[in-house]
Antibody
Framework: EVQLVESGGGLVQPGGSLRLSCAAS????????MTWVRQAPGKGLEWVAN????????YYVDSVKGRFTISRDNAKNSLYLQMNSLRAEDTAVYYC????????????WGQGTLVTVSS | DIQMTQSPSSLSASVGDRVTITCRAS??????LNWYQQKPGKAPKLLIY???SLQSGVPSRFSGSGSGTHFTLTISSLQPEDFATYYC??????????FGQGTKLEIK
């Protein structure tokens, strides 16, 4: 059974940093690209970043470029999102998701972790 | 970046109704269009990928169509468990793979 479990969310002050983790199991992690998606309270889904299977390619939405870094450790079956210079507008539930092998749809999602940026 | 626009933003319907949700892209995305269902407090669930391919385990009352810039999600006969928010997402070329703003489907 495919499982994705996020952790690392919490309350952080504006300008602070946080590192999210996503532990993957039930599939060969190194074969799949992975994505972070976020959802602000009461709002829609926003694609944040993705990373290819070997970490060679990474993409970001403009609003987080230069502040967030996506990475992975295939030996540990883990995905990460390092978030620096956090702003109030980064407050959201952050989901990790697996991309399908044949196309870039998101076929499995974690339960999400809440990040709150507030003083 | 490619912009995705869904319509309507909200929709009221009854059990047994046929419902169609539309998604338009700001440029051609060929068939790189996916649909997700999200219920309150839950993670999104993939319904349709590549515009019309039904994800494994998804009931056949869900269907998708379209190409280029115009796409639709149809639920042929609404069931009580279908009341949720639906999102389209484009996955054409290089990221970011933007989502539509969502369509909230409510019980009439």
């Amino acid at each position: 059974e495919v499982q994705l479990v996020e952790s690392g969310g919490g309350l952080v002050q504006p300008g602070g940093s946080l590192r999210l983790s996503c532990a993957a199991s039930g599939f060969t992690f190194s074969r799949y690209s992975m994505t972070w998606v976020r959802q602000a309270p009461g709002k829609g889904l926003e694609w944040v970043a993705n990373i290819k299977q070997d970490g060679s390619e990474k993409y970001y939405v403009d609003s987080v470029k230069g502040r967030f870094t996506i990475s992975r450790d295939n030996a540990k079956n883990s995905l990460y999102l390092q978030m620096n210079s956090l702003r109030a507008e980064d407050t959201a539930v952050y989901y990790c998701a697996r991309e399908g092998l044949a196309d870039d749809y998101l076929d499995y999602w974690g339960q999400g972790t809440l990040v709150t940026v507030s003083s | 970046d490619i912009q995705m626009t869904q319509s309507p933003s909200s929709l009221s319907a009854s059990v047994g109704d046929r419902v169609t949700i539309t998604c338009r892209a700001s440029q051609s995305i060929i068939i790189y269009l996916n649909w997700y269902q999200q219920k309150p407090g839950k993670a999104p669930k993939l319904l349709i990928y590549a515009a019309s391919s039904l994800q494994s385990g998804v009931p056949s009352r869900f269907s998708g169509s379209g190409s280029g810039t115009h796409f639709t999600l149809t639920i042929s006969s609404l069931q009580p468990e279908d009341f949720a928010t639906y999102y389209c997402q484009q996955s054409y070329s290089t990221p970011p793979y933007t989502f539509g703003q969502g369509t909230k489907l409510e019980i009439k």
